[in-house]
């Protein structure tokens, strides 16, 4: 049950400051942050991180947006994780994601502006989608040496 996932905050969340506020709404569920780092995405490893989005049609201005900017990548870890950080961020269309979700509170875009313009859904983060993807996605990120292992507070009331 206990599993890591991978987090990004793309280039919209760095640029517009809101790092922090989003780190914080992850730390506060009691998750472990066991890895992060500043990274510029080439064009190749957003290839290699979209792999099975990279024949659609909106793949373009997805590698434009990711590569843009800096972002933050990190692993969380914690009791279903992959799906406790998902429900946290919200569905992918900020217009649609919940109040109370990070999508919801930070941003408005929509399907129907960014498709007319033909640009990229900018909607914060990215989020591992299932147990299977964040293990790949882990892997690909980040190497053994940059995972931490460390016992937390929330550790003695959770676990
Ligand atoms: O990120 P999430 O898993 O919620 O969504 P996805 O379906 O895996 O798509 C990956 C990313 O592509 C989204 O987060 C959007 O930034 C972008 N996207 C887009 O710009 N336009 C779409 N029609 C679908 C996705
Ligand atoms: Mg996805």
């Given at each position: 049950m206990k599993e890591k996932t991978l987090v990004l905050l793309k280039p919209d969340a760095v640029q517009r400051g809101i790092?922090?506020?989003?780190?914080?709404?992850?730390?506060?569920?009691?998750?472990?942050?066991?890895?992060?780092?500043?990274?510029?995405?080439?064009p190749e490893f957003s290839k290699k991180h979209y792999a099975t989005h990279v024949n659609k049609p909106f793949y373009t201005g997805l590698e434009k947006f990711i590569t843009e900017g800096p972002i933050i990548a990190m692993v969380l870890e914690g009791l279903h994780a992959v799906e406790t950080?998902?429900?946290?961020?919200?569905?992918?269309?900020?217009?649609?994601?919940?109040?109370?979700?990070?999508?919801?509170?930070?941003?408005?875009?929509?399907?129907?502006?960014?498709?007319?313009?033909?640009?990229?859904?900018?909607?914060?983060?990215?989020?591992?989608?299932?147990s299977e993807e964040a293990k790949t996605e882990v892997a690909l990120w980040f190497t053994k040496e940059e995972l931490h292992d460390y016992t937390t507070v929330h550790e003695k009331h959770v676990f």
């Open positions: 790092v922090g506020d989003i780190v914080s709404r992850f730390e506060h569920t009691g998750m472990k942050i066991v890895g992060l780092k500043m990274v510029r995405v080439t950080v998902r429900k946290i961020v919200g569905s992918t269309e900020p217009k649609s994601a919940a109040p109370g979700t990070i999508r919801g509170d930070y941003s408005h875009h929509s399907y129907a502006y960014t498709d007319a313009h033909g640009i990229a859904i900018k909607n914060l983060i990215h989020a591992s989608g299932t």
